[in-house]
Nanobody, 126 residues
Framework: QVQLVESGGGLVQAGGSLRLSCAAS????????MAWFRQAPGKEREFVAA????????VYADSVKGRFTISRDNAKNTVYLQMNSLAPEDTAIYYC???????????????????WGQGTQVTVAS
């Protein structure tokens, strides 16, 4: 059974940085797509970034490109989201997700991911 456990959220001032972690267990993830989504109050869950575990290929939402970096540590079975230059509009619950398949534009769809973590709150104060 796949388990995803996020950590690293918190309160930060605008312009600051945070690093989120997602510890994955229960499967061999070498063929998986791992992603971060976020959901702000009153809004739909939205795609943030994804990484193809096998070769490290990454994709980002336009809103975070150049500020956020997704990466993975094979030895620790952990995916990270380094968030720099944070702004109040980045405030949300951040979720880690896993999909056994990689496909064009599939990685952006909430419904493509069968496995989700519990989420971690990120609050950016102005």
């Amino acid at each position: 059974q796949v388990q995803l456990v996020e950590s690293g959220g918190g309160l930060v001032q605008a312009g600051g940085s945070l690093r989120l972690s997602c510890a994955a267990s229960g499967r061999t993830f070498s063929s998986y797509t791992m992603a971060w989504f976020r959901q702000a109050p009153g809004k739909e869950r939205e795609f943030v970034a994804a990484i193809k575990w096998s070769d490290g290929f990454t994709v980002y939402a336009d809103s975070v490109k150049g500020r956020f970096t997704i990466s993975r540590d094979n030895a620790k079975n952990t995916v990270y989201l380094q968030m720099n230059s944070l702004a109040p509009e980045d405030t949300a619950i951040y979720y880690c997700a896993a999909d056994p398949i990689w496909g064009d534009y599939r990685f952006m769809r909430v419904t493509a991911y069968p496995y989700w973590g519990q989420g971690t709150q990120v609050t950016v104060a102005s």
